[in-house]
């Protein structure tokens, strides 16, 4: 799009008839926002193409982030526009072009919409949050759901497609009135300091939006002495095995230990909550299966074990379930099994407190388990929480390792009920 200069010789009727400043500023603001949506979004696509998720997740997280800007930003203009009037066209215009100018902006009105709210509600129904640069979270529209999200994702790229269109016609209109009719519906929109402000917000903008999630050389793995590593499971096989809860105690002591606890599979659950790209996320481990001894009057001889398939993890997201087997991560296909087993369990408060250790990737590191029992007749329910430290534990490693872009920290939520025989 060509800028226009207020100059010297511009007419009275030029300078009486133009925007509000302020006016200018919101669409060339937004104009820049635009063309970024338009470069985050091929980007991101080349990234998926390459192989390159942890790029192609901050450039789409910025392309959200962008696309929220715009929805406020339009919200404003709008309000704007209703309460001041627009200058008038200029007289020599003929009718059918005045009409195709109200219409194109009715139209341009609705994408500014339509494209961030359906992008909003497409990344709802993927269980993907939408942060404003990792400062805040958009509250989810509605829940997860594939359907919705194959809809949704259909029309938001078809409304793109029909705003790229739509925008060329706008551009095309304005230097036709410009430098053909040379009349004054450009030199309304358009000022040096607005139009050097548009260069200068996409300049900055591709700069600082697209120069993200480059890959960073993975750390070298060392063994130190003192390191506790042990087997988690057979490599060869997926299938989750239950081992005994008390390797170290006495076998005269098993005999005095409390029962074993029968598992209400449907009423138990492990879930984690961790970040991603400045937003929450909760996913479920839906196949695990352990051994619970617990007594308040025998702590000694209490113990937990449990074996977790990694290759059953759910996010409400095919694409962040099948990167959480990665060998980045889980490595499900070397390490289809994490252990989690307690080697102290204590009071602390009106619950308790487990010393535990959880072995990821044939890699044992110390847990701080809370949890409290409830017990009615012969039902009892846990609730324990934890919170683990990814890279510490070694998940997430490679150009995954940056905190910038996934959380450090992941939150742990155990509800337990069984029986007891």
């Given amino acids: 799009m060509s800028a226009s200069v207020d100059a010297p010789g511009d007419s009275a009727d030029a300078i009486q008839h133009k925007y509000t400043a302020i006016a200018q500023w919101f669409h060339w603001a937004i104009a820049a926002m635009i063309v970024l949506q338009f470069v985050l979004a091929q980007l991101s696509e080349w990234a998926e193409h390459d192989g390159e998720r942890l790029r192609q997740l901050a450039l789409l997280a910025n392309h959200k982030s962008v696309g929220m800007t715009i929805l406020v930003l339009a919200i404003a203009r709008l309000a704007w526009r209703l309460t001041h009037t627009p200058p ?67 029309i938001h790229e078809w409304l793109g497609k029909a705003l790229f269109v739509t925008a060329l016609i706008h551009i095309g209109a304005a230097c036709k009135h410009h430098f053909i009719d040379r009349d004054t519906v450009l030199k309304r929109m358009t000022t040096t300091a607005t139009f050097s402000a548009f260069i200068a917000l996409v300049g900055l903008g591709a700069f600082s939006l697209t120069n993200v999630g480059a890959k960073a ?104 379930n099948a990167t959480l087997q990665d060998a980045e991560w889980f490595d499900a296909a070397s390490f289809p099994v994490a252990r989690f087993s307690t080697q102290e369990i204590t009071v602390d408060g009106d619950g308790f407190s487990g010393q535990c250790t ?60 069984a029986e007891l025989p």
């Fill in 88 to 154: 008038k066209l200029p007289v020599a215009m003929v009718d059918w072009q005045k009409s195709a100018s109200h219409w194109a902006h009715v139209a341009l009105y609705g994408f500014l919409f339509a494209l961030p709210v359906t992008g909003w509600l497409m990344s709802s129904a993927a269980a993907y949050s939408v942060s404003w640069f990792n400062v805040f979270s958009w509250p989810d529209l509605i829940a997860p759901s594939v359907a919705w999200r194959d809809n949704l994702k259909l």
């Fill in 217 to 320: 050389p993975a750390p070298q793995h060392s063994e130190s002495s003192d390191e506790i590593v042990q087997s988690a499971s057979d490599s060869t096989t997926a299938a989750v095995s239950v081992r005994a809860t008390s390797e170290s105690a006495p076998a005269t002591a098993a005999a005095a230990a409390p029962p074993l606890w029968i598992i209400d599979a449907d009423n138990s659950t492990i879930e984690f909550t961790a970040e991603q790209a400045g937003a929450s996320f909760t996913g479920v481990w839906q196949r695990w299966q352990g051994e619970l001894r617990f007594d308040a009057d025998n702590l000694a001889l209490s113990a937990f074990d449990v074996s977790i398939d990694v290759t059953g993890v759910e996010t409400d997201d095919a694409d962040r």
């Fill in 358 to 417: 959880l072995t990821i990737k044939d890699k044992a590191s110390p847990v701080t388990f809370l949890f409290t029992v409830k017990q009615d007749g012969n039902t009892v329910m846990l609730n324990g929480t934890a919170r683990l430290d990814r890279l510490a534990l070694g998940v997430g490693t490679g150009e995954w390792a940056s905190t910038e872009w996934v959380g450090q920290y992941v939150d742990v939520a155990v509800v337990v009920t």
